[in-house]
């Protein structure tokens, strides 16, 4: 009876169905042990899917069939999954109508059964066949534009009469392109006009004259190509020349009539998609003698002006702003130039405008000022750049964005074309000294206190001030001695014994240059020095010293700012100062804060060891306090007054140690040279050497 069944349910099918054999559980009819199971797999070819049919369906009932069960696979992913009885109808109707694999595709089956029954099932029985898959009525995707055929393991596309089959073999077109060349006037409409037109269009009408015409385009009638509601061309008309592609053009408004392409070669294009209800367009092209139009090159202007010019007409063609002459691939200056309307309605010479390119800004090789992003930074005309300063211890002075200007220069929004400066932030320091100290059984100083105290250990023992990365001031009598390139000082430090030097925080400066003030007179005084009048020098590096938060420079003052009795500054050196019996030169650095005496306590000048009395001049001061002053060993060393009326940064240089009673004397009062009196021949000096 079963065999009956089968064989009317096989002849039932279509006879495009294949039987290919059946699938059953181990055992089976009799049935399937504990601990069975099995695994089968089978593909379908391309244009087929693989069914399973189960006609019979015995196994143990469980929840969500944990014990035993059968379960089914398409590609992998779990489709049925199924334990119990079925009876026949059920698994007809309801189960073997998902067993079904993709177009080419694989179904698998799984079976397991667990430890233990309380009675015998007889498992299952299935058989799977192969079909042709029907894509043209179970597959929406076929993209056939037109007619679809099924074919036993595929498909094909037709057409209506009037239409081909494009090269895809799916999208169905007409047949409107030709080739119009050599004819001087004719007529070209999308097809199927004055009707609607033919969905899934690619027209392409080639028209082509002599060189010295060009052709002239004449839209009539109604002009209807499907629009968007936006006003994006859905369907479109284009109109190429060897210049470049006028359009889309859609809508209901068409092209400008007359329609001067000046070009004796013209493409027309028109593209529609599958879908609307439009009717297209219509057109007559006729020929006409080549004009030149009223624009010979990009970015310029012609002179005089007219819509358009016969050939024979010179004109005068001019640059944009910011735009100069390319004459056969080399820049030149020139701004303009002549042309002459050819009969091809061309100019000739034509010479392009090219974008001023104002190159590299001017920026020095110190590697302080920098571009912030030299990469994408743009050197042409409009262009701009942004600078700043690469370390934290200088600050810009001057703009920080320039802009490339038409005449070819980098500038600033002010209009300066001049680059900034980096400057060196002066005067400031990161640790202040906590209070007064005395450089005779003065305070240590700490690192970072004074850091633009610098130390001479040879040939004399002195100090040096820091004014900026390049230079140095100091004494002149404690560099007379000296060869212009024999002197090294050291920074960034407070001990000034041997040992330390080799710290990784000591800054080693050697000199390069020494220019003493050409008023102070140098030689030997075999009775002792009564004048130290002009006691400044100005030491040039061999080389940019980097700033750190232990070598900084110092202010200058300005000109003819003056010193107010009793002012406080900060004198600091590695001089004398008091041992357990006697003055010892200090190996640390060490300040004192003292005040600036009346003009006639400084003119109470000391005398010499010969009796001689000392010079006193207006371009020298003297401080001290009881007990405060500066010694021998001190000399070029800094005198500092903070700028602000609260005695805070920034701090600027006062005086320079030069002279003064000897110091087991206690009269705790020393003569510095007045800085504000040489400020003006500092800078001009700095500024000429660094100009040579």
Not at 237 to 260: A, D, V, Y
Not at 392 to 418: M, R
Not at 445 to 462: D, M, T, V
Not at 616 to 645: H, R
């Amino acid at each position: 009876m079963l065999r009956l069944s089968l064989l009317l349910l096989l002849l039932s099918h279509p006879a495009r169905c294949m039987l290919l054999g059946w699938v059953e559980s181990p055992g089976y009819p009799i049935g399937y042990q504990p601990h069975a199971s099995m695994n089968w797999s089978r593909c379908a070819s391309e244009g087929y899917t693989l069914s399973i049919r189960i006609v019979h369906l015995d196994l143990e009932d469980s929840q969500d069939c944990e014990n035993d069960a059968v379960k089914v696979f398409s590609n992998g992913n779990l489709i049925s999954v199924l334990c119990g009885q079925r009876d026949f109808k059920e698994l007809q109707s309801v189960v073997n109508p998902s067993l079904v694999s993709y177009p080419g595709g694989c179904l698998s089956l799984s079976f397991h059964s667990d430890y233990s029954n309380i009675k015998r099932h007889r498992g299952f029985k299935g058989f799977y066949s192969v079909k042709d898959f029907d894509e043209c009525e179970e597959d929406p995707e076929n993209e056939c534009s037109q007619f679809c055929h099924n074919i036993i393991g595929r498909y094909r596309c037709s057409c209506r009469h009037g239409y081909h089959l494009g090269t895809d073999n799916h999208t169905c077109t007409v047949s409107c392109g030709k080739d119009l060349s050599g004819l001087n006037k004719g007529d070209i409409s999308s097809p199927s006009w004055p009707g609607l037109y033919a969905e899934n269009a690619d027209c392409r009408y080639t028209l082509s004259v002599e060189a010295h015409l060009q052709l002239e385009l004449h839209f009539s009638g109604v002009f209807d190509v499907e629009q968007s509601p936006d006003g994006q061309c859905i369907d479109a008309l284009r109109i190429e020349t060897p210049s470049g592609i006028m359009g889309p053009f859609c809508g209901h408004t068409p092209p400008p009539s007359p329609f001067l392409t000046h070009s004796h070669r013209v493409n027309i294009s028109f593209t529609s998609d599958g879908f609307g209800t439009n009717k297209g367009f219509t057109l007559h092209f006729k020929t006409r003698g080549k004009v030149c139009q009223a624009v010979a090159t990009s970015h310029s202007t012609v002179t005089p002006q007219q819509p358009e010019y016969e050939p024979g007409q010179t004109v005068t063609v001019a640059c944009d702003l910011g735009h100069i002459v390319n004459t056969q691939g080399h820049l030149k200056l020139s701004l303009q130039y002549e042309t002459t309307c050819q009969s091809t309605g061309i100019w000739a010479p034509s010479y392009p405008c090219e974008p001023v390119n104002c190159g590299h800004p001017d920026i020095p090789e110190d590697g302080i000022l920098q571009l912030t992003d030299s990469e994408n930074s743009h050197t042409r005309y409009k262009g701009q750049i942004q600078l700043r300063c690469s370390s934290q211890y200088y600050t810009l002075e001057g703009n920080d964005k320039y802009t490339c200007s038409a005449g070819g220069k980098w500038v600033s929004s002010s209009g300066t074309s001049q680059m900034p400066k980096c400057t060196p932030v002066c005067g400031m320091h990161e640790n202040a000294p906590a209070s007064a100290g005395r450089i005779l059984g003065g305070r240590n100083a700490n690192l970072g206190e004074i850091p633009w105290q610098l130390l001479i250990k040879e040939p004399s023992r002195g100090g040096a001030t820091l004014i900026n990365d390049r230079w140095a001031v100091t004494a002149a009598h404690v560099v007379e001695a000296l060869e212009e390139t024999s002197l090294r000082l050291y920074g960034g430090l407070v001990d000034g014994r041997t040992m330390s030097l080799r710290s990784s925080d000591v800054v080693v400066m050697d000199s390069e240059r020494i220019i003493i003030h050409p008023g102070y007179t140098r030689g030997d005084f075999p009775l002792g020095r009564i004048n130290y009048d002009n006691d400044i020098a100005l030491i040039r590096l061999t080389s940019r010293v980097n700033f750190g938060p232990n070598l900084l420079p110092i202010c200058l003052p300005e000109v003819n700012r003056g010193l107010v009795e009793n002012e406080q500054g900060t004198v600091s050196g590695w001089g004398l100062t008091e041992g357990k019996e006697s003055l010892v030169t200090s190996r640390v650095l060490k300040y004192a804060e003292i005040g600036v005496y009346s003009l006639s306590q400084c003119q109470n000048t000391p005398r010499t060891p010969t009796g001689s009395p000392m010079i006193f001049t207006e371009n020298m001061f003297c401080a001290g306090a009881t007990g405060k002053d500066s010694c021998q060993k001190d000399s070029g060393s800094p005198f500092v007054i903070p700028t602000l009326s609260a005695g805070t940064g920034p701090f600027h240089l006062a005086g320079i140690v030069s002279w003064g009673p000897p110091c087991k004397d206690r009269e705790f009062k020393g003569y510095y040279t007045k800085v504000e009196n040489y400020v003006d021949w500092i800078k001009e000096t700095i500024d000429k050497v660094e100009n040579t």
